[in-house]
């Protein structure tokens, strides 16, 4: 009985208070426009036809999933190498270098949009998804390299200089036996990369002015204009954008969960 | 020599075309992207190309809500569009970066000649401190009161022409216990370039400034302030201090709502979701009976001085605003068309917002009271600083006249500021 | 260890590279623009004026002040509660229990969901005329045409439920993986010590986690600080900027009205107060000394 109540009653309260607005999501993508019906039946595709092939959806998709990839692997890469130096090695200028990691976190995006855009002009990288790529990257890497240091502290020391005591070189030995540890540690950086790359919504609209480099959020934006209220398409779209992310999630978390339990946010 | 020169142009020409197959690419960005008006621009877009076989044109559309914001980052970074949907409401900043080409020389020179509807090119003009024209007209808005015609049907009302009809209309449409409400109030982001229309109906006050200061505190403007602040949550659902565009529409078209004060632009969403039960209104006038009208903000396309090339750009921007371009447009958009020509086309006599609207404008009783658009300040002071307080008024924690004073102030400090500096 | 002395400046030479040149350079132009009249809409004002923005924010802007102790609130009742229900979030999901996996995979969900995504099913959802509430009344509970939103003694319990649903999972994922490393044998000593399953939680549990909890609710607190997207688009600020933060202040200034240089100044009075607070933070929790 107790455990009903510690367990059970505060369970579906909680997934009643998650799953209620995807429903609630659901349904208005599913539902002619007008209808205020619970359950929506007959189900109608025509937001779906109106995102995928009115306002190109399918395009949008394309990017979102490049970018979130590429993100995914710079920012594991990176943010590797750079929690390794953290966590492993005591170098001058590494207590600077924190706290300037943090302080990048300190400003928002928005305020930075026009000196970014010089940037990005001077270097080439306006309208190529390589270039929003390498922005997300630049913004997601100094919390990725906090992350990762915690991991890389909490894996023993140990295990690698027994790996150079045999022989191996610094090199070899995170190979042999680092990385093998880290796997999770790199689904749950990862992850993060993923999602924040998937979701940015000001850098693709901003250091992008081509049809066929926009991403989902900006696609989901344009239901919320003035004269282009559609909310069936802002749910379909919705749905589109969120799928993906949760069915990744749902399988990842279990590896997430895992790696973060192998060291976690440690300082 | 001369050869070098033809090959080096024409490997920048190819380079700036992307292509390289020799075509001028022009970019043009779409201030209002989305489901509703994209696809309209497809269409023309490639009737464009098909007539004008040299020329690309990339389409790329921008939320509505972000499009100043990705002007100011690509004029600030160099990195403009050839042509670019503006509306009258942002153009003065464009103009005032010296973003844009002035356009009066292309027109005269051109088939549009004469064809421009001459209070839309008023409209535009009084925006640059030069006077000069920044944007082709494409089409012309005017705020109405879109309402519900089966519930007037159902109530034995007749639709109101005066502030107080709408007043009394608003109350006894009002049901709360069944989610009826007889007006909604747009008390969130675009309040007061509502509400100064709805002011300057009431009031028939003629003019935005006497003597160099400001009549929005005029003591009529305050009344009509009054009377609908009065309206709220007693004819309006609650929610809306904080409605936006979106929230608004989403209670009319949700069935909650029996008038709304929009524009014409929101025909498309309007009729999807009610059909044929929904009309437009001018708004009513007020007890001086006289019909003084804010024009809303024009649209219009501009060229940017950034353009490499302005031939491609005008051409576009003509064609645009052609008779055959601009008919099929405003059919799509249900507002009122910039190109006189398309004054007879027989959609307009079927479309009951825009004829009516068209009547209105044409009526040599009604006098345009033009928003000072031009003042580097205007919106700062209409949104940023008013916005929230408007809502104060709407709260009870203001008076409309203590409101309205407040932000006649500040406009005549920029107005006067203005006028020093031509 | 012996080791070249070049190898970890090596190691975290590409993450300099780009922070140099994305956030330097951008962060540097705010302090600079900061001194500095810049209005996109007056470029004939424009111009260097030292300190006047700073001195007009200080001095005669009273709602910078207001919004810096809305932000106060927002932080402390956002971070707060995201606090609490993620622990508990993490500790039910800690417990073995039929579907366990189905039911982690559902409450984190939301922490996958983009900021416009989230407000634009927020919008849906809280719509006076097709949202919950309006379903809500039809089946006869509270009246119809409520509008949490709009209503000024709702509205900022509403966001905050809106950012919880996107935020709790965020806490809980991090605290759930700390929970697991946990070595057993911690509890079963303190099960033999005689320890209920409360002392067990406050002795065992709860320093285990201290430092997780430390970072993670310091990250979170400068993130929800920055959050502008999701106040803005469901409230814009109001009603009467009784929700308006400081960085929704500045996206009002520098985006609405084109004021880049007070817009600036308000970003670096930001910076100042996070770096402030955070290093105060880390100081007084003793954020990294092993029990």
């Given amino acids: ?60 998709f394309y990017n979102s999933m490049v970018i979130a990839l590429g993100v995914l692997v710079f920012v594991s890469v990176l943010s590797l190498m750079g929690g390794y130096a ?19 976190q300190f400003i928002p995006g928005a305020m930075m949009l026009i000196p970014l855009f010089v940037i990005f002009r001077e270097v080439g990288l306006l309208n190529s998804l390589t270039g929003l790529i390498v922005a997300d990257v630049a913004f ?3 919390l990725a390299l906090i992350l990762m240091s915690g991991f890389v502290r909490n894996i023993p020391v140990e295990l690698e200089e027994a790996a150079m005591v045999d022989g191996c070189t610094r090199l070899r030995a995170f190979f042999a036996v680092m990385l093998p540890q880290l796997k999770p540690a790199l689904v749950a950086v990862g992850s993060f990369a993923f999602i924040g790359a998937w979701n940015n919504f000001l850098f693709a609209l901003m250091f992008a002015s081509r049809q066929d480099k926009f991403t989902l959020p900006v696609g989901l934006s344009y239901a919320l204009g003035e004269f282009n209220t559609d909310f069936g398409a802002l749910a379909a779209g919705g749905v589109v954008a969120a799928v993906p992310v949760v069915l990744v999630f749902a399988v990842v978390q279990r590896f997430l969960v895992q790696g973060l339990s192998a060291g976690a946010v440690k300082g | 020599m001369r050869a070098l020169l033809v090959v080096l142009a024409l490997v920048l020409s190819a380079c700036s075309s992307g292509g390289g197959s020799g075509k001028t690419t022009i970019v043009f960005w779409d201030n209002n992207g989305g489901p509703g008006r994209t696809p309209i621009y497809e269409e023309l877009i490639k009737r464009f190309e098909a007539a004008n076989p040299d020329i690309d044109v990339e389409y790329v559309g921008i939320p509505s809500s972000s499009v100043q914001q990705k002007y100011d980052t690509a004029i600030a970074g160099g990195s403009t569009p ?13 103009v005032g970066q010296e973003a844009l080409v002035a356009l009066d020389d292309r027109v005269e020179g051109s088939a549009l000649k004469g064809k421009l509807l001459p209070s839309l090119v008023e409209t535009v003009r009084q925006t640059a401190p030069d006077g000069k024209l920044y944007s082709v007209p494409s089409s012309g808005n005017m705020d109405v009161i879109w309402y519900r015609t089966d519930w007037f049907t159902q109530a034995g009302i007749t639709p109101p022409k005066t502030w107080d009809e709408l007043v009394a209309a608003a ?54 302030v009054g009377k609908i602040a009065a309206l709220y949550k007693k004819a309006t659902p609650e929610a809306d201090v904080n409605n936006s565009y979106t929230q608004m529409v989403a209670q009319f078209t949700g069935g909650s709502v029996g008038m709304m004060h929009h524009n014409l632009g929101s025909y498309g969403d309007v009729t999807k979701a009610l059909g044929d039960r929904v009309a437009a209104l001018p708004l009513p006038v007020g007890p001086s009976g006289k019909r003084t009208v804010v024009p809303n903000p024009t649209d219009g396309f501009a060229v940017f001085k950034n353009s490499e090339n302005q031939d491609a750009a005008w051409k576009f921007v003509e064609f645009l605003t052609s008779k055959e371009s601009n008919s099929y447009w405003n059919e799509k958009v249900g507002q009122i068309p910039a190109n006189t020509e398309v004054r007879d086309a027989a959609w307009i006599a079927s479309n009951q917002p825009v004829k009516m609207a068209l009547g209105v404008l044409e009526d040599p009783a009604t006098v345009t009271v033009p928003a000072p658009v031009y003042l580097p300040q205007y919106s700062s002071i209409t949104k940023t600083d008013s916005e929230p307080q408007y809502q104060k008024v709407l709260l009870g924690e203001l008076t409309p006249q203590a409101f309205l004073d407040e932000m006649a102030s500040k406009l005549t400090a920029a107005q006067k500021e203005w006028e020093e500096r031509r | 260890m012996r080791t070249k002395r070049w190898a970890p400046y090596a190691l975290i030479a590409p993450t300099l590279l780009l922070m140099a040149v994305f956030l330097v350079y951008p962060i540097a132009s705010v302090v600079h623009y900061s001194l500095q009249r810049y209005n996109v809409t007056q470029p004939w004002k424009n111009g260097f004026i030292g300190l006047e923005n700073f001195r007009v924010m200080l001095t005669e802007d009273p709602l910078f002040w207001q919004s810096l102790v809305f932000s106060a609130k927002w932080v402390v009742v956002e971070v707060g509660l995201q606090l609490l229900l993620g622990l508990v979030l993490a500790l039910i999901v800690n417990e073995t229990f039929i579907g366990r996996g189905l039911a982690r995979a559902m409450v984190f969900s939301p922490w996958a969901v983009s900021g416009v995504l989230t407000t634009g099913i927020w919008i849906l959802l809280y719509n006076p005329s097709t949202g919950i509430f309006q379903q809500l009344a039809e089946w006869g509970i509270g009246s119809p045409g409520t509008s949490v939103l709009g209503d000024p003694a709702t509205v900022f319990p509403a966001t905050v439920v809106t950012e919880l649903w996107r935020g709790v999972p965020f806490f809980a994922i991090l605290l759930l993986a700390d929970l697991q490393s946990i070595p057993n044998d911690l509890y079963e000593a303190a099960a033999v010590d005689g320890a209920g399953r409360w002392r067990r939680f406050i002795s065992v549990t709860l ?52 004021d880049f240089g007070y817009g600036s100044a308000l970003t670096v009075a930001g910076f100042v107060i996070l770096l402030f607070f955070s290093i105060l933070y880390l100081r007084l929790s003793k954020f990294g000394s092993r029990a």
């Fill in chain 1, 1 to 60: 009985m107790s455990r009903v109540l510690r367990l059970h009653v505060p369970l579906a309260l909680y997934l009643l208070f998650t799953l209620v607005p995807f429903y609630w999501m659901l349904v208005f993508a599913l539902r002619p426009t007008g209808s205020t019906a619970l359950v929506p039946w007959p189900i109608t595709f025509e937001h779906f036809d109106t995102v995928w092939n009115g306002i190109g959806f399918g395009t949008f």
């Fill in chain 2, 171 to 224: 109350q006894r449409l009002t049901d709360p216990a069944a989610n009826r409400y007889g007006y909604t109030i747009r008390g969130g982001a675009g309040s007061v370039f509502q509400l100064l229309t709805e002011a300057y109906s009431y009031s028939g006050v003629a003019e935005f400034f006497s003597g160099g200061k400001s009549t929005v505190g005029d003591a009529r403007n305050a009344e009509l």
């Fill in chain 3, 207 to 258: 320093p285990h986690l201290k430092d997780a909890i430390i970072l993670s609710t310091l990250l979170r607190a400068v993130w929800e600080f920055n959050n502008v997207d999701l106040i803005y688009t469901l409230t814009g600020g109001g009603p009467a900027n009784q929700t308006t933060t400081l960085p929704l202040y500045v996206a009002r200034k520098a985006v609405d009205s084109h």
């Fill in chain 1, 86 to 104: 953290l966590a492993r090695f005591k170098f001058r200028g590494q207590r600077l270098f924190l706290v300037a990691l943090l302080c990048t």
């Fill in chain 1, 140 to 142: 997601q890497l100094p």
């Fill in chain 2, 82 to 94: 050839d042509v670019g949907g503006v509306t009258t409401s942002y153009l003065a900043h464009l």
